[in-house]
Nanobody, 122 residues
Framework: QVQLVESGGGLVQAGGSLRLSCSAS????????MGWHRQAPGKQRELVAS???????NYADSVKGRFTISRDNAKNTVYLQMNSLKPEDTAVYYC????????????????WGQGTQVTVSS
C-alpha cells in the first residue's frame, strides 16, 4: 500500500507564490514518475507538471516559466513551486506517482493524493 500526502495549498493573491509538497509513503523501492495535476470546478483534471526519477521534466504550456517541479528521490517527495500565480490557476491540485515498484518487487498502478486546494484571488 502506497499513500501520497500533499501539503502547501492555500489562498494567495494574484502574482503571489505557493509551494506544494507531496510525500509518498509505504514499502516503496522506486517511483518512475511523480507529478501534479489540477482540476478546477466544472473542468477536467489536467496535467500541470511531471518529473522522472532521472530529473526530466514536462510542463503544461499554461504554467511554463511560472511553475517549477522538483523531487527528492531519497524522500519520495515531489515539490511544485508556483510563482506569478493567476486566478485561472485556482483548482484542487493532485499529486500522482506512476511506475511504483515496491520492496517486494510488485508493480503498482498510478496512485493519487487526496488533493490540496489552491485559490488565487484577483
Amino acid at each position: 500500500q502506497v499513500q501520497l500526502v500533499e501539503s502547501g495549498g492555500g489562498l494567495v493573491q494574484a502574482g503571489g507564490s505557493l509551494r506544494l509538497s507531496c510525500s509518498a509513503s509505504g514499502r516503496i523501492f522506486s517511483i518512475n514518475v511523480m507529478g501534479w495535476h489540477r482540476q478546477a470546478p466544472g473542468k477536467q483534471r489536467e496535467l500541470v507538471a511531471s518529473i522522472t526519477s532521472g530529473g526530466s521534466t514536462n510542463y503544461a504550456d499554461s504554467v511554463k516559466g511560472r511553475f517549477t517541479i522538483s523531487r527528492d528521490n531519497a524522500k519520495n517527495t515531489v515539490y511544485l513551486q508556483m510563482n506569478s500565480l493567476k486566478p485561472e490557476d485556482t483548482a484542487v491540485y493532485y499529486c500522482n506517482a506512476d511506475g511504483i515498484i515496491t520492496i517486494s518487487l510488485r508493480h503498482l498502478d498510478r496512485n493519487w493524493g487526496q488533493g490540496t486546494q489552491v485559490t488565487v484571488s484577483s
